[in-house]
């Protein structure tokens, strides 16, 4: 039972990057999923989740407009599409099953000139 997250990396600011979520050992396709992040020195905060058939989404403030986040149940994958990207984005990203309480290890995205 795991979540692994991948695709994350150094952009330059207004890049983008595409977040993966790989789960195995579960139903994926039973559990509204969600992605968070943290920065260093701050909490971990929600940046988006979506139901469990992917008709239902919610974003942070911040990230509304820039930032969307799908699912394939048949690839048991859940992604972050991240466009123009600001250096207030760096942190790490970790996804999560809701319910479950299952989180990924998480990737790190900076963004940097």
């Known amino acids: 039972v795991q979540l692994v997250e991948s695709g994350g990396g150094l952009v330059q600011p207004g890049g983008s990057l595409r977040l993966s979520c790989a789960a195995s050992?579960?139903?994926?396709?039973?559990?509204?999923m969600s992605w968070y992040r943290q920065a260093p020195g701050k909490e971990r905060e929600l940046v988006a989740g979506?139901?469990?058939?992917?008709?239902?989404?919610n974003y942070a403030d911040s990230v509304k407009g820039r930032f969307t986040i799908s699912r394939d149940n048949a690839k048991n994958t859940v992604y972050l599409q991240m466009n123009s990207l600001k250096p207030e984005d760096t942190a790490g990203y970790f996804c999560?099953?809701?319910?479950?309480?299952?989180w990924g290890q998480g990737t790190q995205v900076t963004v940097s000139s």
């Open positions: 050992g579960f139903t994926f396709s039973s559990y509204g």
């Open positions: 999560y099953a809701r319910r479950r309480n299952l």
């Open positions: 979506i139901s469990t058939g992917g008709s239902s989404r």
